[in-house]
């Protein structure tokens, strides 16, 4: 935070201060991708042959990866997980299984929904993050891009030939923007 002398702090009243802001932001997606990893276990528990399999292990590495540099974060700068970890835990493969159940399309239909959630996220979080944690910045920017490529990804296996495509991707969008916004908070 940039102060000038008698201008008072960078930031607007009801404003979080920078370390607040930066720890809801790990918190939160420490949570989203422990959630993106129980999502591709449910798929992969369902899907294990096949291009889709290929490219949901692909993706569920990098994931694990994220998770792993989240996870860490946590614990340097002492971050209160969420307390809804069980619920993700249960959820994200719930969610994961029952989309590839549907079949390779319609969990493909799931990604794709997920990172697009996530991409809006990750760049509201770049927004409100500025320059006051380079770090945190650079993770994300990185991450936003793998989720970007992750979307992609399901778009080119055929995501959107899935039956009720607009109806499916709704009801995964609302369900991780609640996740977000349940975890920012719990």
């Known amino acids: 935070m940039t102060e000038t002398p008698g201008a008072g702090p960078a930031y607007l009243p009801g404003d979080r201060p920078a370390d607040a802001r930066a720890a809801r932001i790990i918190r939160v997606d420490q949570a989203g991708e422990f959630g993106a990893v129980r999502i591709y276990a449910g ?3 369902v899907l294990r042959r096949g291009k889709a399999a290929k490219a949901i292990e692909q993706m569920a590495a990098q994931e694990a990866v994220h998770l792993e540099t989240f ?8 971050v209160r997980p969420t307390a809804l970890r069980p619920l993700w835990h249960v959820g994200g ?9 549907l079949g390779e399309k319609a969990a493909m239909a799931c990604t794709a929904a997920v990172e697009e959630v996530i991409d809006e996220h990750y760049a509201g979080q770049l927004a409100a993050l500025g320059e006051s944690d380079p770090e945190l910045s650079g993770i994300i920017e990185e991450y936003r891009a793998d989720e970007a490529a992750h ?4 778009l080119d296996h055929g995501a959107r030939d899935t039956l009720a495509y607009p109806v499916l991707t709704a009801a995964v969008k609302s369900a991780s923007r609640l996740a977000i916004w349940l975890s920012e908070r719990f």
């Open 93 to 101: 493969y719930a969610m994961g299984a029952a989309t590839a159940l």
């Open 151 to 154: 979307r992609q990804t399901a």
């Open 43 to 45: 798929q992969r528990a």
């Open 71 to 78: 996870d860490r974060l946590i614990v340097e700068r002492r």
